[in-house]
């Protein structure tokens, strides 16, 4: 080799390593070249996670280009998501696609910045055609109650009277009216008020009732009742009862004079409050001026106003958040937030709500279907949603029923027909999924991803999310 040739060799090797050794170095600290805008700048990635884990990934920048398409990968711990990785920063379009149903999918328009990771870790794919399995109840009923906070058993009569528990898939008659004496053999029950938990409840026919409690018996509503009725001078009909929330042998009569709470144990009833109450939960009211109350059912005296809502109304519900945080819903369907120092009207028009079990959040529809989520404090997951933020999850046609799912992440709402299953992500477009279930005539539950409804007499579930 000739002296020209070496120095070639060197300069050539030379000039190699002051330009690849920096372009390596960028390379390690996250920089790609942009060939469009002709300049370097810092990558970032975007993770994915999704149920069921195996899925086709297909992610495109949104002003054209190619088009990356990966697989999940899932090992013998299961999925721990998929990362992809040096990514200029740009919006991209994300469609994933589960192998087992090819027919459904999930796009979102996802922005990567540098040096950061996007993430979508809440995403859930439905069971579109889900197995139904079916059981029979003892009798057609005429009437199916579920306790608020126990929606794993339901109540439900029949036209001759009997009063079932239906629990663990086994119905069991708890109360036969025809045979309790002074019941009018020509009525039947109209309205069924049970406790939270559904282990006690109220009865009540045109003119009379009964009470039951698992733990003290059954007692004729009349009988029960007589010395507070022949003290107010009204029927039961014109007494609103209310149970306590956590109390199963604790029964509040609400009347517009005084307010009375009967204790099934003891056998006793007081006077605890000797204004008209509009709305009562746990430890607190609402009188007819809007103020909030906090008592002790038990003690007359302990009652302290906590705040006024400035709301003057007829009728109300209330629910305590905690910290002295409530809702209210008024007799003109507007939600409203309190707290010691804000007031704050949500949403007016508002046909149902419902609050996720940790209370950071609330879900609502109103006579136009539409489906809303509203913070109740600051939350953070692959985004910061701020307390106060609200979205809008679009349209979901006759809702009769809704429930947060996949950890308060996702949406169910049931129509006549189908349930829909809706995303909570601020980042659009929002992906729906429809479950066609045929005739869906009473909703009883939706628990561990499956949905419990009744079909005539005929009890039917179907598990509709992974």
């Known amino acids: 080799m000739t002296k020209p040739q070496r120095s070639l060799i060197f ?37 994915i996670k999704t149920s069921p884990e195996s899925v086709i990934i297909s992610i495109q920048p ?89 929606r794993k058993m339901f109540l439900y009569t029949n036209a001759t009277g009997k009063i079932f528990r239906h629990e663990n898939a086994t119905s069991t008659l708890l109360v036969d009216t025809k045979t309790i004496t002074g019941f009018p053999r020509n009525e039947s029950i109209s309205k069924i ?84 109450i509009i709305a009562l939960s746990e430890e607190y009211f609402v009188d007819e001026q809007g103020i909030i109350y906090h008592f002790d059912y038990s003690n007359e005296n302990s009652i302290r106003e906590l705040l006024n809502t400035g709301l003057e109304t007829q009728n109300a519900s209330i629910k305590n958040l905690g910290k002295n945080n409530f809702l209210l819903k008024n007799n003109e369907n507007e939600i409203y937030f309190f707290d010691e120092t804000k007031k704050e009207k949500i949403a007016d028009g508002v046909e149902k709500i419902i609050v996720s079990e940790d209370n950071s959040r609330l879900a609502y529809f109103n006579k136009d279907d539409s489906v809303f989520i509203y913070f109740l404090e600051d939350v953070f997951d692959d985004l910061l949603y701020k307390k106060g933020e609200a979205l809008s999850l679009g349209v979901s046609n006759n809702i009769n029923n809704i429930y947060f799912a996949h950890f308060n992440w996702q949406i169910v709402t049931i129509s006549e027909k189908n349930a829909m299953i809706v995303e909570i992500d601020k980042r659009m477009p929002v992906n729906k999924y429809k479950i066609n279930l045929g005739k869906i005539s009473n909703t009883i539950n939706f628990e561990d991803q499956t949905l419990i409804w009744l079909e005539d007499n005929v009890l039917k579930s179907a598990k509709i999310l992974p």
């Not at 390596?24 to 002709?38: A, E, M, R």
């Not at 990968?73 to 991209?92: A, D, E, F, M, V």
Request: no cysteine; glycine share 6%; net charge positive.
């Open 11 to 47: 300069f050539t090797l030379t000039l190699a390593f002051f330009i690849v050794a920096p372009a390596i170095v960028l390379l390690s600290q996250g920089y790609l070249f942009d060939f469009k805008n002709l300049r370097l700048v810092q990558a970032g990635g975007v993770f």
């Open 62 to 150: 949104q002003t054209g280009g190619k088009s990356k398409t990966l697989q999940s990968k899932t090992s013998l711990l299961g999925s721990g998501g998929t990362l992809i990785k040096n990514l200029l920063p740009q919006k991209y379009i994300v469609s994933v696609k589960p192998t087992t149903q090819e027919e459904i999918s999930w796009e979102k328009e996802l922005e990567v910045n540098p040096l950061q990771v996007t993430k979508a870790t809440r995403i859930i794919f439905p069971v579109l055609k889900p197995e139904i399995a079916s059981s029979t109840i003892l009798a057609m009923p005429s009437l199916i109650i579920i306790p608020e906070n126990n």
């Open 193 to 276: 008020i049970p406790s939270s938990s559904g282990k006690s409840f109220l009865a009540l026919s045109k003119t009379n009732g009964v009470v039951f409690s698992e733990t003290q018996g059954t007692f004729l509503a009349s009988s029960f009742f007589k010395l507070f009725l022949q003290t107010e001078k009204n029927n039961l009909s014109q007494t609103r009862f209310v149970w306590h929330e956590n109390n199963d042998n604790i029964l509040f009569a609400l009347t517009s004079k005084n307010n009375y709470f009967f204790d099934l144990e003891k056998q006793e009833y007081a006077v605890f409050y000797n204004k008209k």
